[in-house]
């Protein structure tokens, strides 16, 4: 059984600072790319970063670019969304994911958290 667990969210004022983890299991961990999305009320899930298997390369999404960042562990089978800057519209649930290869694309992943909440308070 796969798992995919997040953690880390909550409530921040606006310009502070989030670390979401991920932390895998049941999977070849080192084998998948790894990836960010985010969902806010009544809005459509939301690319916001995806990191290769070796983690040599990233992928963001536009809303994200110089506030953001991904990394991960695989000696850990752990995946990390590092936020700063954060703005009132970045709250929403946050979800990690896991695919075959580097996508921005939600159908491309195969493994998803449960999610964990991030607040941006203004």
């Known amino acids: 059984q796969v798992d995919l667990v997040e953690s880390g969210g909550g409530v921040v004022q606006a310009g502070g600072s989030l670390k979401l983890s991920c932390a895998a299991s049941?999977?070849?961990?080192?084998?998948?790319?790894m990836g960010w999305f985010r969902q806010a009320p009544g809005q459509q899930r939301e690319f916001v970063y995806a990191i290769t298997r070796s983690g040599v390369s990233t992928f963001r999404g536009d809303s994200v670019a110089g506030r953001f960042s991904i990394s991960r562990e695989n000696s850990k089978n752990m995946v990390y969304l590092h936020m700063n800057v954060l703005k009132p519209e970045d709250t929403a649930v946050y979800y990690c994911?896991?695919?075959?290869?580097?996508?921005?694309?939600?159908?491309?992943?195969?493994?998803w958290g449960q999610g964990t909440q991030v607040t941006v308070s203004s």
């Open positions: 994911a896991a695919a075959k290869s580097l996508s921005k694309q939600s159908h491309a992943y195969e493994y």
């Open positions: 049941g999977l070849a961990f080192s084998s998948y790319a």
